[in-house]
């Protein structure tokens, strides 16, 4: 019968044809595997900087790879060299597609030449978090700032990322900020680059 | 109040809110890549998966149920029925199909054709024996706890080993009967 068969076998994973990207699953879904991915972490540590550490670790990962699968698909394998280019790219593209919406602003830190931040009202990652006090300044965020570091070392820009709170003036919850500090071969080669 | 009509599973999954899957998917293999990392051992993998699948279970089942609107299941078979329909559906966005009863109307299978945790994932040499959509039946086996059945799950078929489709075997252990935390003549 025409039409009727099993599923294609696809011997090698890379064979498989790439999916569009569309595919959703549950907001709650997510909520649930990251919060397990916290907790498990928080069976790891001794301190609040090493679940951080390990938050960013695990977001590293997931970086490199979003990188990889967006400058495949969405970009036909271009990539970016300039900083700008790929802040941008952070910013809109991968933004767009791990969290549905462009992050709310990037900027140009005013006090140092190799600080940039990436700002958002409200992390995907942290709307069912609540840090407790004695947590101090522990932010989930900690994972995004894996993923922007995983997706600019695969690119060519190393650099330290870190997430913080910002408390903003008549906004109960603070706004988090990625503060992305490039490492001196980026600026030195972006100014040769001119 | 009129009784709540149950949604069916694609209406609620178009009334919550949803995120991309391959943030999903990316998210899952770091776990998993971390507790590989961690645990070295598979099997302990595979526990600690299982761990983590029933700890979202316990919680799950209070959103589903709230969400979703189903009545009270009075068998097993519907109780099979609404977690691949509905239950599935809500969360992964995939529906499960419901198959091989067997005689006594106790054990079933839910087959997966489409599986949003193992896109892009191949496993290695080294990680043979390793149930990577473990965290799915721990989530089954918490979810049905909470509503009182008792269950064991095991994977018959794994499509990263090479089968066609995932395929989950439920067992109904026993239904525990809910029992009143408060004595009454206190």
Request: hydrophobic share 40%.
């Given at each position: 019968m025409i039409g009727?068969?099993?599923?294609?076998?696809y011997g090698n994973?890379?064979?498989?044809?790439?999916?569009?990207?569309?595919?959703?699953?549950?907001?709650?879904?997510?909520?649930?595997?990251?919060?397990?991915?916290?907790?498990?972490?928080?069976?790891?540590?001794?301190?609040?900087?090493?679940?951080?550490?390990?938050?960013?670790?695990?977001?590293?990962?997931v970086g490199a790879r979003v990188l990889e699968l967006l400058c495949h698909r969405d970009k036909g394998n271009r990539r970016?060299?300039?900083?700008?280019?790929?802040?941008?790219?952070?910013?809109?593209?991968?933004?767009?597609?791990?969290?549905?919406?462009?992050?709310?602003?990037?900027?140009?830190?005013?006090?140092?030449?190799?600080?940039?931040?990436?700002?958002e009202?409200?992390?995907?990652?942290?709307?069912?978090?609540?840090?407790?006090?004695?947590?101090?300044?522990?932010?989930?965020?900690?994972?995004?700032?894996?993923?922007?570091?995983?997706?600019?070392?695969?690119?060519?820009?190393?650099?330290?990322v870190t997430a913080h709170?910002?408390?903003?003036?008549?906004?109960?919850?603070?706004?988090?900020?990625?503060?992305?500090?490039f490492a001196e071969e980026v600026l030195r080669r972006e100014a040769r680059l001119g | 109040m009129p009784p709540l009509v149950p949604k069916s599973g694609d209406a609620v999954f178009a009334s919550v809110e949803r995120v991309n899957a391959e943030l999903f998917t990316l998210t899952y293999g770091a776990i998993v890549r971390q507790l590989l990392t961690d645990l070295e051992e598979v099997e302990e993998v595979n526990k600690q998966l299982d761990q983590m699948g029933y700890n979202i279970?316990?919680?799950?089942?209070?959103?589903?149920?709230?969400?979703?609107?189903?009545?009270?299941?009075?068998?097993?078979?519907?109780?099979a029925d609404v977690i691949a329909k509905v239950g599935f559906k809500m969360f992964l966005g995939v529906a499960a199909t419901v198959t091989n009863w067997d005689?006594?109307?106790?054990?079933?299978?839910?087959?997966?054709?489409?599986?949003?945790?193992?896109?892009?994932?191949?496993?290695?040499?080294?990680?043979q024996g390793l149930r990577y959509c473990n965290i799915l039946s721990g989530v089954i086996r918490g979810a049905l706890e909470m509503v009182s059945m008792k269950t064991e799950i095991t994977w018959i078929r794994d499509m990263l080993?090479?089968?066609?489709?995932?395929?989950l075997r439920v067992k109904l252990l026993k239904q525990v009967p809910e029992e009143y935390p408060y004595k009454d003549d206190d």
């Amino acid at each position: 019968m025409i039409g009727v068969g099993k599923p294609k076998q696809y011997g090698n994973v890379l064979d498989k044809p790439l999916s569009r990207g569309r595919q959703e699953v549950s907001l709650s879904a997510f909520a649930f595997l990251f919060s397990e991915l916290v907790q498990y972490n928080q069976t790891q540590v001794d301190n609040i900087a090493e679940l951080e550490r390990r938050l960013e670790d695990a977001g590293y990962a997931v970086g490199a790879r979003v990188l990889e699968l967006l400058c495949h698909r969405d970009k036909g394998n271009r990539r970016e060299t300039r900083l700008l280019g790929i802040l941008s790219f952070i910013h809109s593209t991968v933004w767009k597609v791990l969290f549905g919406k462009v992050a709310d602003s990037l900027e140009k830190g005013t006090e140092h030449e190799d600080e940039y931040m990436i700002s958002e009202k409200e992390l995907l990652v942290n709307r069912f978090i609540s840090v407790p006090k004695d947590m101090g300044a522990f932010n989930c965020g900690a994972f995004v700032a894996g993923i922007v570091r995983g997706v600019l070392d695969g690119a060519g820009f190393p650099a330290v990322v870190t997430a913080h709170f910002v408390p903003i003036e008549g906004q109960q919850r603070p706004r988090t900020t990625i503060l992305i500090k490039f490492a001196e071969e980026v600026l030195r080669r972006e100014a040769r680059l001119g | 109040m009129p009784p709540l009509v149950p949604k069916s599973g694609d209406a609620v999954f178009a009334s919550v809110e949803r995120v991309n899957a391959e943030l999903f998917t990316l998210t899952y293999g770091a776990i998993v890549r971390q507790l590989l990392t961690d645990l070295e051992e598979v099997e302990e993998v595979n526990k600690q998966l299982d761990q983590m699948g029933y700890n979202i279970g316990v919680r799950l089942i209070d959103e589903f149920l709230a969400k979703s609107n189903v009545s009270r299941c009075v068998d097993f078979r519907e109780t099979a029925d609404v977690i691949a329909k509905v239950g599935f559906k809500m969360f992964l966005g995939v529906a499960a199909t419901v198959t091989n009863w067997d005689a006594e109307g106790t054990t079933c299978s839910l087959v997966l054709e489409d599986n949003p945790l193992v896109d892009f994932v191949e496993l290695p040499d080294t990680c043979q024996g390793l149930r990577y959509c473990n965290i799915l039946s721990g989530v089954i086996r918490g979810a049905l706890e909470m509503v009182s059945m008792k269950t064991e799950i095991t994977w018959i078929r794994d499509m990263l080993n090479g089968d066609d489709a995932y395929e989950l075997r439920v067992k109904l252990l026993k239904q525990v009967p809910e029992e009143y935390p408060y004595k009454d003549d206190d």
